[in-house]
């Protein structure tokens, strides 16, 4: 299992970004998947998540109504479409999914968010 993610970068407030996680090595249209971030000095936390057939989400309430989380069954992606971005959305986020008891994690992506 693993996962290629792209998209992150250096925006400016008010601004937006695209982050899509490629998975490979599991049959990702089975398994809810997710998008955590973690900024320097603090805990990584749950952003956004998205249940197999992309129906249910979750988001963190500091993101609603300015993330939105979709997944392709088909390309075996999950994209993070992020708005209004502020500069407390700076982190590095990471695509996630459990798979057999096991979590996985994306090797990360910088988002940075300053004028």
């Known amino acids: 299992v693993h996962f290629v993610e792209s998209g992150g970068g250096l925006v400016q407030p008010g601004g937006s970004l695209r982050l899509s996680c490629e998975a490979f090595?599991?049959?990702?249209?089975?398994?809810?998947m997710s998008w955590f971030r973690q900024a320097p000095g603090q805990e990584r936390e749950m952003v956004a998540q998205?249940?197999?057939?992309?129906?249910?989400?979750y988001y963190l309430h500091s993101v609603e109504g300015r993330f939105t989380i979709s997944r392709d069954n088909l390309r075996n992606t999950v994209d993070l479409w992020m708005n209004r971005l502020r500069p407390e959305d700076t982190a590095t986020y990471y695509c996630?999914?459990?798979?057999?008891?096991?979590?996985?994690w994306g090797q990360g992506i910088q988002v940075t968010v300053s004028p």
């Open positions: 996630k999914t459990v798979h057999l008891g096991k979590a996985y």
């Open positions: 090595g599991f049959p990702f249209s089975t398994y809810g």
């Open positions: 998205v249940a197999v057939d992309g129906s249910a989400s």
